[in-house]
């Protein structure tokens, strides 16, 4: 059993992992990217069958085992259990949903995205380097791929019999050819890497023991705030002991109840996967829609919905951060000085009203009045006259911002 070493993190420990960082052989490309960052990272491993016997290693040592890690390739089996305490939008949905005009297609990554930010789902993912992925997500009955092959990228939901194609090899002004978002954790071992990246002096960072995680002898990193007042309550991180890969990445709330975030594997092999894993040919009578082919349909009409967007985006005073650590929360103020419209107004449907108001509270404060919006991770103040705070910090800290930022 390892040793409950702690390291009082001061930056140190962190600019280990940042200095070390490889480039990110797991990030996928767009198409992936997105739907990776919700799911691989995001999975718990149920082998949990015993605490293995390990040497003995410091926070500080595990840190940079982590970092040094350069697994290249993978297969293996996930689980995706993810519960923020986000009320099921149901017929609601559209009433927030913008207009997207039956352009996009089912076989998109970004149209698979909604259904995984809820409840528990399996995986199947393979990796070979940087351009090779698969990421299968398995439903009952069904099964939605993703597939990046080089330049490649194919989309596939079984249940539509719909196919998407991109290309990843991104040049700037082409059509249908993008790049992979920049800071998108897409594997347990990128988000344990976000984690420590933010560590600093209000974080404690210990070894807590060892697990079996998916029949693989791991560390576990313990990562907990030491200040009160926000919502997560500490994250783990099970670090594979011999390759140095995290396995299993857990984010508990401080409230309690079960975890917010269960990520890890059931099954990982480091082999080669087979390279049949990578090929897709879309099958005989699936409708293929290209990239290219739904921003042609978006038009000029998309082009002059961002202008006006960004043009609106001017008129914000900028972001002004609150406090440290843990307890940061972010200050925004809404173009105009809008809150939220007043009960009967007509500015808003009846339904999404009576929505907003089920899911906030109203609080009062030395800065005015206004309303809480919650979930067990991510809190947002919004003030009658228009501001926003907001934070992974309970009700009472956002309202101590708030006064504080009178």
């Known amino acids: ?15 280990t992992v940042v200095g070390r960082r490889k480039a990110a052989r797991y990030i996928v490309p767009f198409a992936v990217a997105g739907v990776a960052a919700a799911t691989i990272g995001l999975v718990p491993a149920l082998a949990d069958s015993g605490d293995p016997e390990l040497p003995d290693i410091t926070a500080q040592e595990l840190i940079e085992k982590i970092a040094a890690s350069d697994e290249e390739q993978l297969s293996g089996t996930l689980k995706v259990s993810t519960d923020l305490g986000i009320p099921a939008l149901g017929g609601l949905a559209g009433s927030f949903a913008p207009e997207t005009g039956g352009s996009e297609s089912s076989a998109s990554p970004d149209a698979q995205l909604m259904e995984l930010a809820s409840g528990t789902h399996t995986l199947r993912v393979a990796v070979d380097g940087p351009d090779k992925q698969r990421l299968s997500i398995l439903g009952e009955g069904s099964e939605y791929s993703v597939v990046h092959n080089g330049d490649d990228v194919w989309g596939y939901d079984s249940e539509s019999n719909e196919v998407y194609h991109a290309r ?9 050819e993008r790049k992979a978002p920049k800071g998108v954790p897409a594997t347990p071992k990128e988000l344990a890497e976000e984690a420590l990246a933010a560590a600093g002096d209000t974080t404690s960072v210990t070894v807590d023991g060892t697990a079996q995680v998916a029949g693989r002898d791991a560390y576990k990193l313990l990562i907990k705030p030491k200040q009160s007042g926000s919502t997560i309550g500490s994250v783990t991180v099970a670090v594979d002991a011999s390759t140095g890969v995290p396995l299993k990445f857990t984010l508990a709330p401080s409230s309690g109840g079960k ?7 059931t099954k990982v092999d480091f082999a080669k996967p087979a390279a049949s894993s990578f090929s897709f040919t879309p099958p005989k009578g699936a409708k293929v829609t290209e990239a290219d082919e739904l921003e042609d349909e978006a038009g000029k009409g998309a082009a002059d919905k961002a202008h006006k967007e960004l043009g609106a985006l001017e008129d914000f005073k900028g972001l002004n951060v609150i406090g440290e650590g843990w307890n940061a929360v972010a200050e925004i103020e809404i173009p105009g000085g809008a809150g939220l419209p007043a009960q009967g107004s007509g500015d808003v449907p009846a ?8 899911l906030g509270d109203k609080v009062t404060g030395d800065f005015g009045s206004g309303t809480v919006f919650k979930t067990r991770l991510v809190n947002a103040l919004l003030t009658d006259d228009g501001k926003v705070y907001v934070g992974a910090v309970t009700q009472d800290t956002l309202v101590k911002a708030a006064d504080t930022a009178k």
């Open 351 to 358: 339904q999404a009203q009576q929505f907003l108001d089920a």
């Open 259 to 265: 975890a917010a975030v269960d990520a890890g594997f």
């Open 168 to 176: 990843s090899d991104a040049q700037p002004g082409k059509t249908g």
């Open 1 to 15: 059993m390892a040793p409950n070493d702690s390291a009082e993190t001061n930056g140190q420990a962190t600019g």
